[in-house]
């Protein structure tokens, strides 16, 4: 119930082409989804996060979209650019703020 | 205003020793953490501190302790280094719950330990 299931392992997208990532969670208590974007020798940094009370958020290029009853979320990058490229993971936490981290995406965008 | 820093950035061992993995943050927040990144493992938790004198175990907690004596500085210990141990090591901090932005973790870039 704790774990959070990221897919795909990893992933090649054409340059100005759509990447999606998927997770799924179990526990329904988890009230807040980050996705957290990591380049080689560095640590992870925020990308964008959702609360459950909303279906979409976008900034820029990115989008989660949030599907309550499938206890499902998901990343689009619109024109995906070489400058994309990184390892991609999800996550999911509740009231006691604990993140339960997804195994991570590796994206790579082919110019 | 460094964010969070870690030292060293590369370390080996050889089995058995013991040594301490650096970490400081300047953003005076009250809730730091480790974590191991391992390929395919996503980042798991070892121990977390909600405030000086505060600490608590994560999800892999064993073979490392941890102390935090002020708000700035967490150092992770690795009591007698295992090949298992072998790891990227990530250090992170967030403001209290409630305060700024919801939840999020600011990382370092990260220590990554061999153990031979």
């Known amino acids: 119930q704790q774990q959070v299931k990221q897919s795909p392992q990893s992933l090649i997208v054409q340059k100005g082409g759509i990447s999606i990532i998927n997770c799924a969670y179990e526990n329904t208590a988890f009230d807040y989804f980050p996705w957290y974007q990591q380049f080689p020798g560095k640590g992870p940094a925020l990308l964008i996060a959702i609360r459950p009370d909303v279906s979409e958020k976008k900034e820029g290029r990115f989008t989660i979209s949030f599907n309550k009853s499938a206890k499902q979320f998901s990343l689009h990058i619109m024109d995906s650019q070489p400058g994309d490229s990184a390892t991609y993971f999800c996550a999911a936490s509740f009231s006691n703020y604990q993140l339960i981290w997804g195994a991570g995406t590796k994206l790579i965008i082919k110019p | 205003n460094a964010g969070v820093t870690q030292t060293p950035k590369f370390q080996v061992l050889k089995t058995g020793q013991s040594m301490t993995l650096q970490c400081a943050q300047d953003?005076?927040?009250?809730?730091m953490s480790w974590y191991r990144q391992d390929p395919g493992m996503g980042l798991r938790l070892i121990h977390y501190s909600v405030g000086a004198g505060i600490t608590d175990q994560g999800e892999v907690p064993n073979g490392y302790n941890v102390s935090r004596s002020t708000t700035e500085d967490f150092p992770l210990r690795l009591l007698s280094a295992a090949p298992s141990q072998t790891s990227v090591y990530f250090c992170?901090?967030?403001?209290?719950?409630?305060?700024?932005?919801?939840?999020?973790?600011?990382f370092g870039p990260g220590t990554r330990l061999t153990v031979l």
């Open positions: 992170a901090s967030r403001t209290h719950p409630g305060q700024g932005s919801y939840n999020e973790q600011f």
């Open positions: 953003m005076n927040h009250e809730y």
